[in-house]
């Protein structure tokens, strides 16, 4: 039994506490949020301190995603973070409503009108990666009415190809849950965290937690010493009870990727990032464009009701790989990016046995 100390309570801190406390550690979590739950989102306002990335995400499981940076190994650890979350959420309760937390129907992978070359270059990079995808299955084409029989709701005459391992997660509950179900875990809401050492975690009131191991898991919120940059996303919460999408929808535009992501009750979420060529250099859609997006691509959505419009900061690396750093006392995880759901369980699922073998 090891004590740990954890900075951050997002989809890494939490998963990474609920895994150590079923393995029997003693595992202390700091993070400035008020409790576990995502604070309320005022529209136009920067995030809350403590709010998570973790909550404002999509919660899409693609690992063809990280092919766009020409990433295989963030591909391949999304590859196997499908196979971890499934099993992660077997031993988590459903939702309080009764829900599964992960549901891994695929998703489709829609080209846009403008942009069929964008699809072709990742599917190409697809094919180019075989070493690591060849237990994939294979991405079937869907075209026009294909498309549409799969999918009533798409507009006619898109061309897609259905994905068939991916998957998609409910992020907020499955942040409550991985809280609600840690065993023996302190939560140390309200408390953030000044810097970290080995074994060692210094709080911005002053005192200070020692233990086996300081874990750095704060995200966006991490040292201003960490190689990394932070890339703003958004996501529009649009409410449209009547419109049935069995699975998340990614558009490839020129320059964007749109993902709109079904959820329960009606809600769909749309989100949008550049591509990595164009990331920064032009303003990310405003709600109204992130709607004219969506219904474009699923035309009842343009009658959808607004619910809210969340920003948040993505933790980035340049290769959209994250960085595990381990010297013995202390552990720092960076640079989840676009694809932090996705990658978790591969990086908690490496980073697990170095804190449980290694000693000070
Ligand atoms: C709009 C958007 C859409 C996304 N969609 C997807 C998607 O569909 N699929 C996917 O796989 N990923 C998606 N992501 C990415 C994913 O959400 C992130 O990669 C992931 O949340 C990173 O996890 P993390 O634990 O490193 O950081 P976070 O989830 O941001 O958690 C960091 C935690 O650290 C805490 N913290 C910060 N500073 C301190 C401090 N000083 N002391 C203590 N604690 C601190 C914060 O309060 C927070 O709780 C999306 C992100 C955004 C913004």
Known sequence: MRRIGIA?????????????????????????????QPPQVHAGAAPAPGYAAGFTAAGLLSPLAPLEFGNAQAAYMGWRGLALWRHICRTLPAATDGLPLMRQRGSVMVAHPSAPEAAALLLARWRNA??????????RPMRG?????????????????????EAQILPRETLHQLCLHAQGVDWRWGTAVRTIGVASIELTDGSRWRGDWAVDCRGAGASPDEPMHLVQGQALWLHAPGVKLARPLRQLHATLRLDLVPRPGGVFIVSAQHTPDHAGTQPLPDAAQLQALASALVPALADAQVKHLETNLRPARQAACPQIRITPGLLR???LHHYGWLLAPTVVDEALP???????
């Open 8 to 36: 951050g309570a997002g989809v890494l801190g939490r998963l990474l506490a609920y895994q150590l406390g079923q393995a029997g550690h003693q595992v202390t979590v700091f993070d400035p949020a008020t409790g576990p």
């Open 130 to 139: 075989q070493d690591i995808t060849a237990d994939w299955p294979a991405p």
């Open 145 to 165: 009415a294909a498309l549409q029989a799969l999918e009533p709701a798409v507009a006619e005459q898109l061309d897609g190809w259905l994905l068939a391992a």
């Open 333 to 335: 995880i960076t640079g």
């Open 354 to 360: 170095q804190l449980a073998l290694l000693g000070r």
